[in-house]
């Protein structure tokens, strides 16, 4: 193949690091909005264009400081990994744990414990960056994680600690993390499995931390010069979700049977009234089954599991058949009852077009649909203030324009989701279709 769908119009890489500090505003940034809202993708320094796979490409950080209602700057930085490092020609950072991978960090980008990390799956150790989006070094949390970490730690809203699942290729096994507010790992279990699965993300309720098992599985021996992504769709592996007692060992997992499918992201958990956990997912109808480049199957649906903890078949319902992904919520409600959820629908490949809105009180989606062309990344929710209602704040998100071929960041009232943003800021250039980011507040 000569065309890598993964490195053509807005997925292609944009080129050399780049700051901007007058910035267009339309409208007007509200003043509660104090610090970056920051995002990652993968933007590769050398791709070959024949075996080139999305998940694999070198990271870059795009950031957007808001402060007394300005928007005081945009940044876009490499993660500096061994490719980066000598494509750019300056010193490899420090604390690099796994040559093989080169160090690829490109998936989330966090704030905790003071400090920015540039996080992954799979094994790479997150990559530590200042306030301004300069990579650091790759950090073990002071000596505390045992190997590699995950882009999709939760945030238990009350206790301020973040729960993982980590895996790597080698193991057959998981990783249940837990790192305290100081920044450190206080706690680990490891969950035998018959086999490696990919695992992207977790979810977690006031009891639970809970396990994705699902039918994607490290296979080598089905890697070629053609294919080097080793991770495969295997049906037969079957698809289940493990309850792990927060505070309980390996061998207090319930599992619960799923039909097989693939999900990247959980929107949301949380236990109801008896105890049965209700898991909000996007759902993939299989995964790395045909494409060898991208996670492009089909579209995936957004669902709801309901798992009885003492048994029983688990109730799968529907409750949007758009495709959509990049599930997020209020995070004042990680673990917890919510109403609301927000998504990008994508394609089977993960171009987002609108965005939707979930009432899951109602049962009903709002959609958010711009003119052709635009396509909006993962919205983020920001809320209006430490104690205002669910809903009651704003969405964030970046937009990709194709008739301009740039950027914008959109503001929306998270309340008026579909009426006019309250501030529309353009970037100085486009920012390319990417994973995800979160807005991190400036400390109080
Ligand atoms: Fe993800």
Same mark, same amino acid.
């Given at each position: 193949m000569t065309e890598n769908p993964y490195l053509t119009g807005n997925f292609a890489p944009v080129d050399g690091e780049l700051t901007a500090t007058d910035l267009e505003v339309r409208g007007h940034v509200p003043? /509660?909005? =104090? *610090?970056r809202l920051l995002r990652i993708g993968p933007n590769p320094v050398a791709p070959n264009p024949a075996i080139y796979h999305w998940f694999s490409g070198n990271g870059m950080v795009h950031g957007l400081r808001l402060r007394g209602g300005r928007a005081e700057w945009y940044r876009r930085r490499y993660v500096r990994d061994t490719a980066v490092a000598e494509h750019l020609g300056v010193p490899q950072v420090e604390g690099l744990n796994d040559e093989m991978l080169g160090g690829v960090v490109n998936t989330n980008v966090i704030g905790h414990a003071g400090k920015t990390y540039a996080i992954v799956e799979a094994g790479s150790r997150p990559m530590e960056l200042t306030d301004e989006l300069e990579s650091v070094r790759y950090s073990d949390f002071g000596g505390t994680l045992p190997r590699g970490f995950t882009a999709h730690p939760k945030r238990?809203?009350? !206790? *301020?600690e973040l729960h993982a699942t980590a895996y790597h290729f080698e193991w057959q096994h998981l990783q249940y993390i837990v790192v305290g507010t100081d920044g450190r790992v206080r706690k680990t279990v490891d969950v035998p499995l018959q086999a490696s699965p990919m695992v992207h993300d977790c979810s977690i309720t006031k009891n639970y931390h809970l396990l994705l098992d699902m039918p994607v599985l490290f296979k080598p =021996?089905?890697?070629? =010069?053609?294919?080097? @992504?080793?991770?495969r769709w295997s049906p037969d592996y079957g698809a289940r979700v493990g309850l792990l007692p927060r505070e309980g060992t390996a061998d207090d997992v319930i599992w619960a049977e799923v039909e097989p499918c693939y999900v990247f992201h959980p929107m949301n958990s949380y236990e109801d009234s008896d105890g049965r956990v209700v898991m909000d997912v996007c759902r993939h109808p299989k995964m790395f089954a045909t494409d060898?480049? *991208?996670?492009? /199957?089909g579209p995936p649906t957004f669902d709801r599991w309901i798992i009885d903890p003492k048994g029983g078949p688990v109730k799968e319902e529907r409750i949007d058949d758009a495709g959509q992904e990049f599930p997020r919520h209020d995070e004042r409600l990680i673990g917890k009852p919510y109403r609301y959820g927000y998504t990008a629908s994508v394609g089977g490949d993960f171009v987002s077009g609108q965005l939707r809105k979930h009432d899951l009180h109602k049962r009903t989606t709002e959609a958010r649909v711009e003119r052709e062309g635009r396509s909006f990344l993962e919205p983020v929710f920001v809320p209006r203030s430490e104690d205002a209602a669910e809903d009651d704040g704003w969405i964030l998100a970046y937009v990709y324009d194709r008739e301009r071929n740039g950027s914008e960041v959109l503001i929306l009232n998270a309340s008026d @989701? !579909? *009426? /006019?943003? =309250?501030a529309v800021i353009t970037l100085p250039e486009r920012v390319p279709f990417g994973f995800h980011g979160n807005w991190v507040p400036d400390p109080a």
């Open positions: 003043e /509660e909005l =104090e *610090g238990d809203p009350d !206790t *301020g =021996e089905e890697m070629s =010069e053609d294919s080097p @992504f080793p991770y060898a480049h *991208g996670p492009n /199957e @989701f !579909t *009426g /006019e943003p =309250e």
